[in-house]
């Protein structure tokens, strides 16, 4: 099986939108953003459609719970919804400063990058299980451990299918508002309804 990550990179130092994790990459892309709202301002009230290029949207993030299954012990991490990604990983790193359990698999997983080279960690070789808080959702989730550089979490495509979430690129938000039936989002809102 070949599972390959995407080649989006993040910049820490750039200004978050809407405080929620889409990350402008240059000046030129918070240029585009102001004069958007410059013209929106200038069009409200009106019955015309303003069209505008907006700036080129590179990455959503999202701040996600991690808790680790024995003790419980929590750390609030950055997840980068990369839809170019073909699995749902966790940076080797990350997993071994926080004190994650790695999990062996019985078979390595050959990765390879975007760009067709092979990943400078090597191939997947353990996983790491952990429950996963996001607002009202929650979820026990399996992790494939590779070197993700900056990164410390990706939530590729295998995840963004199961819970196609909402994302308002303008605002910055993303909503849980289609999660499968697995999800603990809905077993929360019955206990919560039941008391």
């Known amino acids: 099986m070949l599972r390959s ?3 989006t990179g993040g910049t ?17 892309e918070q240029k585009l953003r102001r004069e958007l709202k410059e013209l929106k301002e200038k069009a409200k009230g009106e019955e015309r459609v303003v069209r505008c290029m907006m ?10 719970g991690m808790e680790k ?18 699995g749902i990983f966790v940076d080797k790193k990350f997993g071994e400063e926080h004190g994650f359990k790695l999990d062996k698999l019985e078979k390595p997983l050959i990765v390879t990058n975007m760009d067709g080279s092979c990943n400078s960690g ?9 429950n996963v808080y996001y607002r009202e959702h929650q979820e026990r ?29 303008e605002k910055g938000e993303v909503k849980m508002t289609r999660c499968p039936p697995w999800c603990g ?3 929360r809102n019955k206990e919560a309804r039941e008391r």
């Open 141 to 169: 989730m399996k992790f494939d451990v590779c070197n993700l550089g900056r990164m410390e979490v990706i939530l590729g495509m295998p995840w963004l299918v199961a819970y196609n979430p909402e994302i308002d690129w």
């Open 122 to 130: 090597g191939n997947i070789t353990h996983e790491v299980e952990c």
């Open 5 to 7: 990550l995407g080649g």
């Open 55 to 64: 700036w080129p949207l590179r990455e959503v993030w999202m701040r996600i």
């Open 12 to 28: 820490e130092d750039a200004e978050s939108v809407g405080g929620l994790g889409i990350w402008p990459t240059t000046a030129g």
């Open 185 to 187: 989002k809905d077993n």
């Open 69 to 86: 299954i024995d003790t419980h012990e929590g750390v609030t991490v950055k997840a980068l919804m990369d839809s170019g990604a073909t």
